[in-house]
């Protein structure tokens, strides 16, 4: 597994309190597949962790062992430093009211108003029925849809369905709140609205948020720290930010280059190993390299033309992360490597991607 | 129609509302919570025992496979058991009942299978236990399937009444074979079929109307 950063060390079976999932070792087999295959994890209070992987990856089965729904063969799940995977049905029952859950297909009830939806997690507690319809309230101001309390669900939009959700998942003040795939039945602008909101509820209540994700937009738009799962594993995890400046796996180069800038289609075509007129380097930066004047920098200390083909910088975290791709003239080595040094002397990761015959 | 069929008419009707209402009401009374015991015990339900849920359906089967018109003899003792008698319009319910009910079950089985497992997911992620589940999620979302269920049920009820005249309980069946075939009184034979069209067609649209009030899937 690729730590970035802040590799946390975990012994002992107490976890500190700070942690409000921590997971040792969880272990999962249907049949003959291994659907997790020795997760260790950590989420800290008020953080929101993102955990991407591709369909099949694990992703569903280990979010549904946090709260009991599935049950690991092997490992160890804590909740709020309590150990819950052997815990029965009944025990289970007042645990998963400090967790609340977000779908991806909303599974709201067709059968009650919104807002009787949004009481259900307090019906089911035993609150008496002013009490729910107070907090329901409460709770449908918060998402913004107090004006649809007395609707039934099938007339809501898609957007609409998941604030219900949301409204529901707070109902019982949760610890955590788990998202299964929260966003990925809604259409990208619904998304924003969705994410906002969630980085919203984080910031002002506090709240802890792991989700699971097929999408790098959503890991990008609010996560803290993410972790890359595939075949059961979890192949990389960190930082948002220095994950997607220095992402060290395969599957996390792949799951990135969806919104990370790529070099274009009809270059990479061209592409040949052998000099050609101009070379093609790709140039990673993050933090402080990405911030500086990099290439005015570049223009006046190494002389000699280069030529910006494509890139851009993004803000993670509020974090500068860029990816630039240029276009050096070839035939001239020593050129070549000065422009290397330099880059890679202002903490930029520098790779030749290959050579092109005819420049553009 | 002379004033004495008018009357015979009458008290036909009020023996056809009576069995298919009260039968109605039993089989519905059973067969809801046979219906949920079904689905709550198979593979992945909420109380999972598949020997449980293999005799249920065994034994329901077993009821549906008989005839109705074989039902009514074979119950004789049962029937005697329960109502004192085996002969009138209550001897004739315990039979139809017993022949309505996994009937029922079946189709309140079909209803309650429809029903999102994402939403019982839900329920059990909110830290609900199985009775919320039936409760919140189960009944209510299946309930225009369970009416729609028992608006079937209770047209059946109204046709295999007919052959409960066989042990006496009289009736709009009876009424229409005794005097209506066996007499030749074409006027008796058109009422008894008017009347029963009207009644099917009263059943039906009453639970029409109650589906399409419940139903909220939009």
Known sequence: ??????????????????????????????????????????????????????????????????????????????????????????????????????????????????????????????????????????????????????????????????????????????????????????????????????????????????????????????????????AGRIVEQGPVWSVFADPHSDITKRLLGTIRPQLPAELSARLLPAAGAETILRIDVAGEAASGPLLSDLATSVPGAFRLVHGGIDHIQQQPVGTLFLSVPGGDAKHLADVIAFLKARQARVEVLGHVADPV | MSPILFELLLRSIWETVLMTAASGLISLVFGLPLGLALIATERGGIAENLWVNRVLGAVINGFRSVPFIILLVALIPVTRLIVGTSIGTWAAIVPLSIAATPYYARIAEVSLREVDHGLIEAARAMGGNRWTIIREVLVPEALPGIVAGFTVTLVTLVGASAMAGAIGAGGLGDLAIRYGYQRFETSVMIAVVVVLIILVCGIQWVGDRLVARLDRRG
């Open chain 1, 1 to 230: 597994m690729n730590q970035h950063f802040t590799a946390t060390a975990e012994a002992g079976s107490q976890a500190p309190p700070q942690d409000v999932v921590r997971l040792v070792d969880l272990k999962r087999r249907f049949g003959a597949t291994a659907a997790l295959d020795g997760i260790s994890l950590t989420v800290r209070k008020g953080e929101i962790l993102g955990i991407i992987g591709r369909s099949g990856a694990g992703k569903s089965t280990l979010i549904r062992c946090l709260n009991g729904l599935e049950r690991p063969d092997s490992g160890e799940v804590f909740i709020e430093g309590r150990e819950i995977s052997r815990l029965g049905e009944r025990d289970l029952q007042p645990l998963r009211r400090r967790i609340g859950m977000i779908f991806q297909h909303f599974n709201l009830l067709s059968a009650k108003t919104v807002e009787d939806n949004v009481a259900l997690p307090l019906k089911i507690e035993g609150r008496p029925k002013a009490e729910r319809l107070a907090r329901a309230a409460e709770l449908l101001e918060l998402v913004g849809l107090s004006e649809k309390a007395k609707a039934y669900p099938a007339s809501l939009s898609g957007g609409q369905k998941q604030r219900v959700g949301i409204a529901r998942a707070l109902a019982a003040r949760p610890a955590l709140l788990l998202s299964d795939e929260a966003t990925s039945a809604l259409d990208p602008e619904t998304t924003r609205s969705i994410l906002a909101l969630l980085k919203d509820i984080n910031r002002r209540l506090g709240l802890t948020i792991l989700l699971i994700t097929h999408e790098m937009e959503v890991i990008r738009s609010i996560a803290d720290r993410v972790a890359v799962i595939d």
